[in-house]
């Protein structure tokens, strides 16, 4: 069949104002399938994945009192 994906579509739970700021977050050279793809790449220690370079600092993030787990979402 032409048109065909090559992978499936994947379905996953996220708040949606995460996926709201993930996809703000996000380069405009990219997508959020990308950043995603590259980092379960990494993640799994594919050969050659690079872990997807975060935003910079002066894009929009929240603050640790936002998130009481902050520690884990900053590293």
Do not use: C
Request: charged letters at 30%; a positive charge.
């Amino acid at each position: 069949m032409p048109n065909q994906p090559k992978t499936p579509v994947s379905r996953f739970r996220i708040d949606a104002e995460e996926w709201r700021a993930f996809g703000d977050a996000v380069p405009d050279d990219s997508d959020r399938s990308t950043v995603l793809r590259q980092f379960v790449a990494w993640y799994l220690r594919r050969s050659g994945a690079k872990l997807p370079e975060r935003p910079p600092v002066s894009k929009p993030r929240e603050s640790a009192a936002e998130h009481p787990q902050g520690a884990e979402h900053t590293a």
